[in-house]
């Protein structure tokens, strides 16, 4: 229900996979929740409660991509930090849960 009232998936989209309508026009893509080894910081519940609470800033990044042109949307994701504390967690757990263990296993070296 939070991540539906929050927005989560119009970047992450409905199942976490990073492919919500907004999160398409993003660089860098949304995170995929499938895809624990692409979290930066980290993948429990107060790393993840942490991330929610101070957002991602995206550097104005060196130039990506083939064409060397930085795009304009390059804004990372905001802060959630109206949130209370439990409701982050909450939120963390979710992340967490739409997570495929068997998945991340087919993903180790
Ligand atoms: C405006 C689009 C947008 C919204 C809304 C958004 N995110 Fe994100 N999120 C991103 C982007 C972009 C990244 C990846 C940034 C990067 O790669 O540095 C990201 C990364 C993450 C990560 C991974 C952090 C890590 O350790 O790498 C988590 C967890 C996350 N988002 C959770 C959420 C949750 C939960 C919500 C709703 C409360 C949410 N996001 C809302 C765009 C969004």
Redesign the pocket.
């Known amino acids: 229900m939070l991540?539906a009232e929050?927005?989560?998936a119009?970047?992450?989209g409905p199942a976490g996979r990073g492919d919500g309508p907004?999160?398409q026009t993003?660089d860098?893509?949304?995170?995929d929740f499938q895809d624990v080894a692409a979290?930066?910081?980290?993948f429990d519940v107060e790393a993840?409660a942490r991330?929610?609470a101070t957002g991602?800033l995206?550097p104005a990044a060196p130039a990506r991509g083939a064409t060397g042109a930085p795009s304009h949307h390059q804004q990372?994701?905001?802060k959630?930090d109206h949130l209370s504390e439990v409701e982050r967690q909450s939120?963390a757990l979710y992340?967490i849960s739409l997570h495929d263990p068997a998945r991340q296993g087919a993903r180790q070296p």
């Open positions: 991540y929050n927005g989560c119009s970047c992450h907004v999160g993003l860098p893509r949304p995170r979290f930066k910081r980290g993840i991330t929610l991602i995206v990372g994701m905001p959630f939120l992340v």
